[in-house]
């Protein structure tokens, strides 16, 4: 049985001195094709996200300011801080995200390997609790 997880992975960075260039490219980092980029941004404190994919992956980066990702299996909660757009977070499908904003300015770049269905999502916890016991 494969075991789904979350999981950071390292951006290729460089740094000359005339400022730095981070690369999230299929291949490079993202580990899907990719068919959908948007970004959020939110006033501090505020929680975006709140559901579950059932078949779409994302990939997270913050592009600016400090954000922390709460992602739930449906058993265990992990946490996440993004604070660098060096550093990417892959969601796969079946896992609850929600993005705390830490800091103004705060931006969240998303990168998926579909293009938006909303029946793809679960907004519902329990909804969600439910989906994962019917598909184990």
Known sequence: MTIKKENLVEL???VDN???LVVAEEGGGVPFS???VFSVSAKVGEV???HAHKKCSQFM????GQIEVICNDGVRD???LLDSPSTGL???PGIWAKEKYLTDNAVLTV???RHYEEEDYIHDYNKFIKFEKDNK
């Open 34 to 36: 990719i068919k959908r």
């Open 18 to 20: 005339r400022g730095s």
């Open 111 to 113: 990168l998926c390997d």
């Open 78 to 80: 992990s946490r996440y």
């Open 12 to 14: 290729p960075f460089y």
């Open 61 to 64: 980066v913050c592009t600016s």
């Open 48 to 50: 975006r996200g709140n």
């Open 90 to 92: 892959h969601v796969p």
